[in-house]
């Protein structure tokens, strides 16, 4: 890792070092917060946790060849091993990986929204791979511990980052993008999550342009025109939004929009370089957005139009995020990681364009604040317009959505039922051979159990 040695990464976040100093200007192999991924020559931050304190594993890290570990607490008299002690582990950590950048110096693209950032994510990857060697988050590996850890995992070699910014409340964003000091910064839409924390929809915009706040001077923006809250977004600091949308006002936009089905949905691009017609291999209205800002950052990036309808058409699914099964029995859309109105709306939208018997199992969104139980409602009433055969609602906040589609489709089947271990009980019964099985809930509910049944029944 680029001048990452224990002498600078203690003056980077403002550590004390301990141990061997002629050790202390080795560059380390790695940096990790999982004693069980500490290999040697490598860094172990010790993180106190709620069940488990990281610090209980610093002497058997030590003991398999660590460089060193990064530590709340002084090392035990007699110790050995390099420590480099701080206040606290995770902010040394956030500071290391903004020090660990200003080495690299690689162009780094910032993600953030309400809906659809993994996948969003996912198709700018997927673009810029085709001329660049191309880093990204995975899974969950986004909020103010996951993105150091990402940084962390850059090298030398790599010649783009692609990093994901997850937040849920005021001033997180601010410290994430202090971290990844983005050249790019896409948002991919303001919705109803984490209403909690942040209030409304006005509470979520001023939150999510946080990212702005250490945009590089000749950076980019790249905003989804056709969402009322970011279209009033002009200029920041000198710099002009890129807009796209299914608008022609857009600066890129889509039109000639086909549905294929759970094969995926075409469309034709525009941009001032010229048009391209495209296969996105994912279904979905929101996937032609994702595909209009892969676009917008290749553009930026010097990708030709040839290179960009590759790499969209390249994308895979991942596990959790609209990915298809086809399992024995029935066919599986598992979109199961996590859900909030906007998604849950985008899900249906798109289940309805199956074909054979329609089912969908939805679970509890959280975070939603005060007004949960009539978002829950809300999202029942949009599915009783959906050309669905069945809805399964399972969690306490669902039965005001089994309350919705009860209201406003009465010939639709919906099953309410209170908890995940109740549906798995029955799920045998519920779903037929040929069907085709929704699956989307918050993370918390923990539905990749309902996939995992789905596939063996």
């Known amino acids: 890792m680029k001048n990452m040695t224990l002498r600078h990464m203690a003056k980077a976040c403002g550590g004390f070092l301990r141990g061997k100093e002629n050790e202390w200007d080795r560059e380390a192999v790695s940096i990790t917060t999982d004693s069980r991924k500490a290999e040697p020559g490598g860094i172990f931050a010790a993180i106190p946790g709620a069940r488990v304190d990281g610090h209980t594993f610093i002497p058997s890290v030590l003991e398999q060849g660590a460089l060193g570990v990064i530590s709340e607490k002084e090392p035990e008299p007699g110790a050995e091993g390099n420590y480099i002690v701080v206040e606290s582990t995770l902010q040394a950590l956030k500071k290391i990986a903004a020090y660990y950048l200003e080495q690299l110096q690689i162009p780094v693209v910032g993600i953030t929204g309400s809906v659809g950032k993994t996948s969003t994510k996912e198709m700018i990857a997927a673009?810029?791979?085709?001329?660049?060697?191309?880093?990204?988050?995975?899974?969950?590996?986004?909020?103010?511990?996951?993105?150091?850890?990402?940084?962390?995992?850059?090298?030398?070699?790599?010649?783009?980052?692609?990093?994901?910014?997850?937040?849920?409340?005021?001033?997180?964003?601010?410290?994430?993008?202090?971290?990844?000091?983005?050249?790019?910064?896409?948002?991919?839409?303001?919705?109803?999550?984490?209403?909690?924390?942040?209030?409304?929809?006005?509470?979520?915009?001023?939150?999510?342009?946080?990212?702005?706040?250490?945009?590089?001077?000749?950076?980019?923006?790249?905003?989804?025109?056709?969402?009322?809250?970011?279209?009033?977004?002009?200029?920041?600091?000198?710099?002009?939004?890129?807009?796209?949308?299914?608008?022609?006002?857009?600066?890129?936009?889509?039109?000639?929009?086909?549905?294929?089905?759970?094969?995926?949905?075409?469309?034709?691009?525009?941009?001032?370089?010229?048009?391209?017609?495209?296969?996105?291999?994912?279904?979905?209205?929101?996937?032609?957005?994702?595909?209009?800002?892969?676009?917008?950052?290749?553009?930026?990036?010097?990708?030709?139009?040839?290179?960009?309808?590759?790499?969209?058409?390249?994308?895979?699914?991942?596990?959790?995020?609209?990915?298809?099964?086809?399992?024995?029995?029935?066919?599986?859309?598992?979109?199961?990681?996590?859900?909030?109105?906007?998604?849950?709306?985008?899900?249906?939208?798109?289940?309805?364009?199956?074909v054979g018997r329609k089912v969908a199992i939805l679970g509890d969104m959280g975070e939603l604040g005060p007004e949960e139980e009539l978002l829950h409602r809300q999202v029942g009433e949009y599915a009783g317009t959906v050309d669905l055969d069945a809805c399964i609602c399972v969690g306490p906040l669902c039965a005001r959505m089994a309350e919705g589609i009860r209201d406003v489709n009465p010939e639709m089947r919906v099953v309410w039922m209170e908890n995940l271990q109740e549906l798995l009980r029955q799920i045998a019964y519920l779903v037929k051979e040929g069907d085709t099985v929704l699956v989307k809930a918050s993370h918390f509910m923990h539905f990749e159990k309902v996939v995992e049944k789905l596939t063996c029944i």
């Open 127 to 354: 673009v810029l791979s085709q001329k660049y060697r191309t880093l990204k988050t995975l899974g969950n590996f986004n909020n103010e511990l996951g993105l150091p850890l990402t940084v962390f995992r850059i090298r030398e070699e790599d010649e783009i980052a692609v990093l994901e910014m997850g937040i849920s409340s005021f001033g997180e964003m601010h410290r994430l993008a202090e971290i990844a000091r983005p050249d790019t910064c896409v948002i991919t839409n303001i919705g109803q999550c984490h209403l909690e924390f942040l209030g409304d929809r006005d509470g979520v915009l001023r939150a999510k342009t946080e990212i702005f706040d250490f945009l590089r001077a000749d950076g980019h923006i790249i905003l989804n025109g056709d969402d009322d809250k970011l279209e009033t977004i002009r200029e920041v600091r000198g710099v002009r939004p890129v807009f796209f949308g299914l608008d022609a006002e857009s600066d890129i936009y889509a039109d000639s929009i086909s549905k294929k089905g759970l094969d995926g949905i075409a469309c034709t691009i525009h941009t001032e370089q010229g048009t391209f017609d495209v296969l996105i291999p994912i279904p979905g209205l929101h996937m032609v957005y994702n595909a209009l800002a892969g676009t917008a950052v290749g553009l930026c990036y010097g990708l030709t139009l040839e290179q960009i309808k590759a790499g969209i058409e390249s994308l895979q699914p991942v596990g959790g995020r609209f990915n298809i099964i086809h399992a024995p029995r029935c066919t599986i859309v598992d979109d199961c990681y996590n859900a909030n109105p906007m998604s849950m709306k985008a899900s249906l939208g798109v289940l309805q364009d199956a």
